[in-house]
Nanobody, 125 residues
Framework: QVQLVESGGGSVQAGGSLALSCVVSGRTSVSFTMGWFRQAPGKEREFVAA????????YYADSVKGRFTISRDNAKNTVYLQMTSLKPEDTAVYYC??????????????????WGRGTQVTVSS
């Protein structure tokens, strides 16, 4: 079994920054593609960013390009999401995801196998 635990959410004013972390436990020997999704109130979950096992391939939703950065430290079984220039429309629950069978690009459209419980990010204007 795989467990994903997010941390780092919180409240920030527009223009501010937050950093999310996600620790993977369980089948840590598996080469997972990792990603972040989010769900705002009354909206469907949407893709935010993904990164391959080697960390050299990343993809972002157009809405966060240039503002968010995904990275990973495989030695620590951790994936990060650095968020800058935050906007009120970034307010959502952010979910960490993992999948051993998709590329980072495919995670844009494929539903990942494993999900964390989410962490709330609130951006006030």
């Amino acid at each position: 079994q795989v467990q994903l635990v997010e941390s780092g959410g919180g409240s920030v004013q527009a223009g501010g920054s937050l950093a999310l972390s996600c620790v993977v436990s369980g089948r840590t020997s598996v080469s997972f593609t990792m990603g972040w999704f989010r769900q705002a109130p009354g909206k469907e979950r949407e893709f935010v960013a993904a990164i391959n096992w080697g960390g050299d391939s990343t993809y972002y939703a157009d809405s966060v390009k240039g503002r968010f950065t995904i990275s990973r430290d495989n030695a620590k079984n951790t994936v990060y999401l650095q968020m800058t220039s935050l906007k009120p429309e970034d307010t959502a629950v952010y979910y960490c995801t993992a999948d051993a069978h998709v590329t980072a690009r495919a995670m844009i459209v494929d539903y990942p196998d494993y999900w964390g419980r989410g962490t709330q990010v609130t951006v006030s204007s």
